[in-house]
């Protein structure tokens, strides 16, 4: 009866000891008061944490930006590997070289592709700016990671050109698993390409669409890598999100108990996006 659980009792134990434990410790020390180069701190405070986060403007402005980069992120994504996924999906000739280029961004390190864009940001250097400039897009050629009222922009434009690969990946899946009978059949009955799309081709990628956003926004809302790397959260905390600030707190600060609660509450936050998301995909199952 219990032969099963001895097989898999090792992996559970691995799972508990690099995953589960880190975290309640983690979270542990959201209600401490931990200053990583003061010895005598540590001591338990209950929520004073989480009261001082709630009057915390920094954080509040990490939360916008964190709306904001992880919106604007997730949904040019998801738009641009669709529009990809659906041309990848028919027959050209050189399909699998086009294939092949796209998805090398997902290929390159996060902090790569930070210092890339940095330099194709930087008027300097780089010609994005120049470009920008003679298409009436810019007043000057100047680097928009300096400017506080567009800072964040570089790094989504960053993220959105490495993770489109993943949506156009995991739609392209989707795609080649329709029956083509059903897009035949609909065709006799005198369907046209949109109400094809409509009502074969997104009912079909709903359940993908809605479990890869979910997991997309949770990866793009806990990654901090390309706005540490770009901006540093500046200036002036204009490109800070919750997940650099968390950086920010913990090794700059050096205040790990304030860093635990901030993330923490990042955490309970992306559980409740999560349960209504998964709650709206077994909807959409219970439908079809």
């Known amino acids: 009866m219990f032969e099963p659980y001895l097989y898999s009792a090792p992996a559970l134990l691995l799972v508990a000891a690099t995953t589960l434990i880190p975290i309640v410790i983690g979270i542990s020390y959201a209600f401490r008061n931990i200053m990583l180069l003061d010895p005598t701190s540590g001591d338990f405070v209950g929520l004073d944490n989480f009261r001082e986060l709630l009057r915390d403007a920094s954080f509040w402005n990490a939360l916008k930006n964190t709306v904001v980069w992880t919106a604007s992120c ?25 294939q092949a280029t796209i998805f090398l961004p997902w290929a390159i390190p996060t902090f ?41 922009w570089g790094p989504i434009f960053a993220g959105i050109w490495w993770g489109t690969p993943f949506f156009a990946i995991t739609l392209l899946a ?73 950086f920010t707190q913990a090794y700059q600060g050096l205040n790990f108990g304030y ?26 199952l219970g439908r079809r």
């Open 74 to 98: 997730v949904g040019f994504q998801f738009l641009f590997g669709l529009i990809l996924a659906l041309m990848l999906n028919r027959p050209f000739p050189g399909r699998a070289l086009i």
């Open 112 to 152: 790569l592709v930070g210092m890339n864009w940095s330099w194709l940001l930087n008027p300097a250097i780089g010609p994005l700016p120049h470009w920008a400039y003679a298409l009436g897009l810019m007043n000057a050629p100047d680097n928009i990671l300096s400017d506080p009222d567009y800072a964040l």
């Open 174 to 246: 989707a795609l080649q698993s329709i029956p083509r009978e059903i897009y035949e059949a609909a065709e006799i009955d005198g369907a046209g390409g949109l109400e094809r799309f409509r009502s074969i081709t997104l009912p079909f990628l709903a359940p993908t669409m809605v479990i890869t956003v979910l997991l997309r926004t949770i990866w793009v809302a806990n990654s901090p890598e390309l706005i540490v790397v770009m901006t540093k959260g500046g200036p002036a905390d204009a490109s800070q999100i919750v997940a650099s600030y968390v």
């Open 259 to 284: 860093a635990s609660a901030v993330a923490t509450a990042l955490v309970l936050l992306l559980l409740v996006y999560a349960f209504l998301l998964i709650a709206i995909r077994q909807t959409m």
